[in-house]
């Protein structure tokens, strides 16, 4: 091959072969070569006769000599090479002013100043898509009770504004009578299932606790984030409500909630007046679903909840009377155009039972909604389990 003639080529090819030859001898080197460093000259002590004999091997310095050679010829092919660069699309060539290079590299300082849940803060891209677990195992049953359960393509998108995960959880009560185990599994879904991230992964068991107005916060945390459980413990005598049915709005009729709504629940505080609001359990809230619409179904009419299942403590009128008090609040709101302001609002209180199924109503916007809840007394053993 002529290479003085302007019409002389190096075939795709022969660039190939090249570079099959180098990679060879990048593997010598480094599986046969490295492992034997030092390299050092040995004194032959045999004869001068079967110094003869034996094949001449280079000395260190004709060694050294010729990797010196190599690198040098490396050098200059490299350059040699520079004009037939090829750049990919996804290349650009910087073209910084020296004030942008000088705010780059100061903003780089500063980001190297910060600890490390601020660096992860800032190289996540708002908003957050979730998905993952948050689980509880009690005494009754070791197996996974769910709090939060969603899969890679159900996720949940979370704001700076709105970080809060929407529970469906749990399945049943949990009893808190023993340690209960707690497990946190949350990834962000990125571009790719393998480019998603493990936002964090905990375990922890959580026993007894006393807390002002009966609500405790349980934190766990790593770089990446902080995670709240807010848990509120029943100690009084109690069953298991499990709302079955909310809604029953006539198909094709025009339901309170165009803007979407809320479905929450609680029970009055102890101290009667002048104590603190009590802490409501949330079982469904349109902002946390597709498009900000409550999900109701086209041909029973009724609400599809996020959670169902609520503790209720059974309280009675006095201390001589068997006749239980109205312990269970259900709040319904409608959401006006600027969720979460409420344009409506609805409550009906339930007076709890040991066991069977109540119907309620009560009248939001001109419409009435309809509440079917099943009673049952919590379990406290797993013998009833099937």
């Not at 009690?138 to 890679?152: P, Q, Y």
């Not at 970080?163 to 009560?173: K, W």
């Not at 023993?178 to 990125?190: A, I, P, R, T």
Request: charged share 30%; aromatic share 6%; with cysteine.
């Amino acid at each position: 091959m002529d290479l003085g003639k302007s019409s002389s080529i190096i075939s795709e090819q022969e660039i190939k072969e090249l570079c099959a030859q180098m990679d060879e001898m990048v593997a010598f080197m480094n599986y046969r070569i490295i492992p034997s460093a030092p390299l050092i000259c040995s004194s032959s002590n045999g004869t001068k006769d079967e110094e003869d004999k034996a094949p001449q091997s280079p000395g260190i310095d004709g060694i050294l000599q010729r990797l010196a050679d190599m690198r040098r010829d490396m050098s200059k092919l490299k350059s040699e090479l520079a004009p037939f660069w090829h750049e990919y699309p996804y290349e650009k060539k910087s073209e910084l002013t020296p004030e942008e290079r000088e705010k780059r590299i100061k903003s780089w300082h500063e980001y190297e100043k910060l600890d490390n849940k601020d660096k992860a803060s800032k190289e996540m891209e708002w908003p957050l898509k979730v998905y993952g677990l948050i689980a509880a195992r009690d005494s009754v049953d070791r197996r996974r009770n769910f709090l939060f359960l969603r899969e890679r393509d159900n996720f949940q998108e979370i704001t700076q504004e709105k970080p809060f995960l929407c529970l469906t959880g749990p399945s049943r009560a949990i009893l808190a009578q023993d340690h209960v185990s707690l497990e946190v599994q949350l990834k962000l879904k990125g571009p790719s299932e393998s480019e998603d991230t493990m936002l964090i992964t905990k375990r922890c068991q959580h026993s007894h606790y006393h807390a002002d107005n009966d609500l405790y916060t349980l934190t766990l945390e790593n770089r990446l984030c902080t995670t709240e459980l807010s848990l509120q413990q029943v100690y009084r005598e109690s069953v298991q409500a499990t709302f079955l049915r909310v809604g029953g709005f006539v198909k094709g009729s025009t339901t309170p909630f165009i803007h979407g709504g809320r479905v929450a629940c609680s029970s009055p505080p102890h101290g009667g007046q002048g104590t603190a609001p009590p802490t409501q359990v949330v079982l469904l809230d349109s902002r946390y679903c597709d498009g900000g619409k409550m999900p109701i179904g086209e041909e029973d009419g009724y609400l599809d909840l996020s959670r169902h299942v609520v503790s209720v403590e059974l309280r009675t009128m006095s201390e001589d009377s068997e006749e239980l008090e109205e312990t269970l609040k259900v709040v319904i709101e409608a959401y006006s155009d600027s969720p979460p302001k409420v344009s409506a609002k609805a409550d009906v209180m339930v007076k709890p039972r040991y066991c069977g199924i109540s119907e309620h109503e009560c009248v939001l916007h001109g419409s009435t909604v309809k509440i079917t809840i099943a009673w049952s007394p919590i379990l406290r053993t797993n013998k009833v389990i099937l």
